[in-house]
């Protein structure tokens, strides 16, 4: 089959690399993609969220599956936009219905839905202009440290812990009256600082059934030791040492399970990837948030882990038969280091020049390009977050260590990456 696979990172290219693997895909389109896509396919110039001009390459193209990476275009409608078209009614599209979506796209929705289907998450409130200084009075009255989030879709920017009880009022009118994150900021939501160690978990649902992937953990912090600002993520590792088989059952029972039983209750259409945001507070699972699509950087480390053959998993998740898919894993450790440019995530130069990409990668490792692409016979930066190394090993600390060597041979102008992805496991 033709499958057109929708985004331009990192995640994209771990994607493209295991999608061209498979016997059943013929031809591979990436819309935008960057220098790392077009080693395995065709990169087309058209933004995630033209669905227009998706729809029309897709009809020329003649292409049969579509997997959406980013939120924005899931938010927004692709789904129901190649749906609701005749055209491209027959292209499965892997990936949530817009209303479905709001499981990533609204903070509150998420809270709502999972209160209605007694999911355990933190204690919340949500406020808009309408209600401040009701918002007001909850913040005055809670423990410390409290929580605030935009409501919509901040690109990742949007959630604030604060310590102390005026700094919370402070961002909480900078939010809703001076609207620190524009429309996104619109509503707000407050609530409890959950203590313990964050993880992801992946699963893959046809709306009826779902299937688990590897869980993985991501480190957002920019500076070495979980300091500085928050990034996209700067590195990921799989299995995680802490998620034995009883956590994975309560985190079944109590999360995964309920969630795909409220999609059906709440008739909302889902075919794709959930990811859950987790924290594990004592060996309970509490969810911190829902994203509507997979991660990144936790998609290089969870999808090399994969054994079984991409395209015939979304093709059963397509026509709802994950009940007849059993995932296969490699039980090695994977670990994913991400190398960024200089200044990043605050300013930074783009158009520089990358090298080492042609030399030999190590046995047990992959390089996958995010920011980049290809300026005349130039491999060049095209974004903050350039390179992603996932290193195989028997221990996190050995992927890792391979990882970081295999960055060490890679260059370009005010490179930077950390070193110490992985360091609270051995």
């Known amino acids: 089959m033709n499958i057109l696979l929708i985004g331009s990172g990192g995640r994209e290219h771990a994607f493209a690399w295991k999608l061209t693997q498979s016997k059943l ?34 009809i020329t193209n003649k292409v049969d599956m579509v997997l959406v990476g980013p939120e924005e275009p899931l938010v927004k409608g692709i789904y129901d936009h190649f749906q ?63 929580v605030l989030k935009a409501d919509g879709l901040a690109a990742g920017k949007g959630v604030l812990i604060c310590q102390h009880t005026i700094e919370a009022l402070s961002e909480f009118e900078l939010m809703l009256r001076q609207s620190k994150f524009g ?34 953990k991501d480190y957002k912090r920019v500076g070495e030791g ?51 945001g987790l924290m594990n507070d004592d060996g309970d699972p509490k969810v911190i948030e829902y994203n509507c699509r997979m991660g990144d950087p936790e998609t290089e480390v ?70 980049t692409k290809q300026l005349g016979n130039d491999i060049v930066t095209n974004g903050g977050r350039v390179l992603v190394v996932t290193s195989f090993g028997d221990t996190i600390s050995e992927a890792a260590e391979q990882s970081n060597y295999m960055m060490e041979q890679l260059y370009f102008e005010d490179m930077y990456f950390r070193s110490d992805i992985g360091y609270e496991f051995p």
């Not at 031809?27 to 896509?37: C, M, R, S, V």
């Open 226 to 276: 979980d300091t500085g600002l928050n990034t996209g993520g700067m590195g990921a590792v799989s299995p995680l040492p802490f998620v034995n088989s009883a956590f994975l059952q309560k985190v079944k029972e109590t999360i995964i399970e309920p969630t795909i039983a409220g999609l059906k209750k709440d008739k909302l259409e889902y075919r794709g990837f959930i990811f859950f």
């Open 183 to 216: 429309d996104a900021g619109k509503k707000v939501v407050v609530e409890e600082f959950l203590k313990g160690i964050e993880l992801s978990v992946f699963v893959l649902t046809d709306g009826q059934n779902y299937v688990l992937l590897p869980e993985a």
């Open 84 to 146: 609701n078209s005749p055209a491209t009614k027959h292209i499965a599209v892997i990936g949530p219905s817009k209303e479905a979506s709001q499981l990533e796209g609204s903070k509150a929705f998420a809270k709502a839905f999972m209160q209605r289907h007694n999911i355990p998450t933190a204690a919340y409130g949500e406020f808009t202009t309408e209600n401040y200084n009701e918002g007001v009075d909850y913040i005055k009255n809670h423990s410390l440290p409290i």
């Open 25 to 58: 895909c013929d031809k591979l389109f990436i819309a935008p993609g960057n220098a790392g896509t077009a080693l395995c396919g065709t990169n087309l110039p058209i933004a995630v969220n033209d669905f227009e001009l998706l729809s029309a390459a897709c």
């Open 302 to 371: 969870v999808i090399p882990r994969i054994k079984n053959d991409l395209v015939e998993l979304l093709t059963a998740t397509a026509q709802q038969q994950l009940n007849k898919v059993v995932i296969e894993t490699d039980s090695r450790c994977a670990a994913a280091v991400v190398a960024v440019s200089g200044g990043y995530p605050g300013d930074y130069k783009s158009e520089v020049a990358i090298e080492g990409l042609a030399d030999e990668v190590l046995e047990n490792s992959l390089i996958f390009q995010s920011g």
